[in-house]
C-alpha cells in the first residue's frame, strides 16, 4: 500500500496485522481520487474509520489542508501517526484515537469539513448512522462531499445527502454522497 500521487508519491504505508483492519484496495482508491480530484485543493478532511491513514493521508498529499484521522484501536492509531511522519504530513493531520460516534457528537458546532471518508467494518453496518450524524451535529461546510466504502448493493438514502454515484469494485461499493443539507440545517 503506497500514496499514490501528490508530495508524498510512491510512500510506502506501514499496515496492521490482522484481519480486523482492511485497507481499501489500491485500484479502489485511484477510483475515488478520479471521482473527487478537483474537490481536494485546499480542503479539510475527516477519515472517520482511519485504519492506516491512508485515505485521509492521499487527501493531504494531493493538496488538502488539513485531516483529521480518528480510529477506535490505539494500535491503528500508532500506525497512522507513523504514516503521517513517514509522508511528511504530520504537520497538517490531528489523529484521534476515539469511538467515531463520541468522536462526531463532541465536535458538533466546533468545526466543519469538506471531505468525509466513511469507511466503516462491513460487519458494522453504520454508514446510514455515521453519515446522518454528520449532518445532524453540523460538521458539514456548504458543498461536502461523503465518500462511503461498504459491501452494501445499494446506496443508502440519507437525509441531507444526495447520491452523486455508487459504483461496484468486486465485492467493494463506493457511494459518493453530496450534502445537501436541508432547510433546518440551513436556519442554524
Do not use: W
Not at 6 to 11: E, K
Not at 46 to 52: L, V
Not at 144 to 153: G, H, K, P, T
Amino acid at each position: 500500500m503506497r500514496i499514490i500521487t501528490g508530495s508524498a508519491r510512491g510512500t510506502r504505508l506501514e499496515t496492521l496485522d490482522g484481519e480486523d483492519t482492511r485497507p481499501t484496495p489500491e485500484r479502489v482508491k485511484e477510483a475515488i481520487f478520479s471521482m473527487i480530484q478537483f474537490e481536494i485543493e485546499g480542503r479539510r478532511v475527516f477519515d472517520i474509520f482511519a485504519g492506516t491513514g491512508q485515505l485521509g493521508l492521499e487527501a493531504l498529499s494531493r493538496g488538502a489542508a488539513a485531516a483529521l484521522l480518528c480510529d477506535n484501536r490505539r494500535d491503528a492509531t500508532e500506525i497512522i501517526k507513523r504514516n503521517a511522519r513517514r509522508t511528511n504530513l504530520y504537520d497538517r493531520c490531528r489523529v484521534m484515537c476515539s469511538d467515531a460516534y463520541t468522536l462526531v457528537r463532541s465536535l458538533s458546532g466546533r468545526e466543519q469539513f469538506n471531505i468525509f471518508f466513511v469507511d466503516p467494518p462491513y460487519t458494522d453496518k453504520s454508514i446510514g448512522t455515521i453519515v446522518s450524524s454528520l449532518h445532524r451535529y453540523n460538521l458539514c461546510a456548504p458543498g461536502a462531499v461523503v465518500i462511503a466504502e461498504s459491501d452494501q448493493r445499494e446506496p443508502l438514502e440519507i437525509e441531507g445527502f444526495e447520491v452523486r454515484r455508487h459504483n461496484r469494485y468486486g465485492r467493494v461499493y463506493i457511494t459518493v454522497y453530496d450534502y445537501k443539507g436541508t432547510e433546518e440545517a440551513g436556519e442554524q
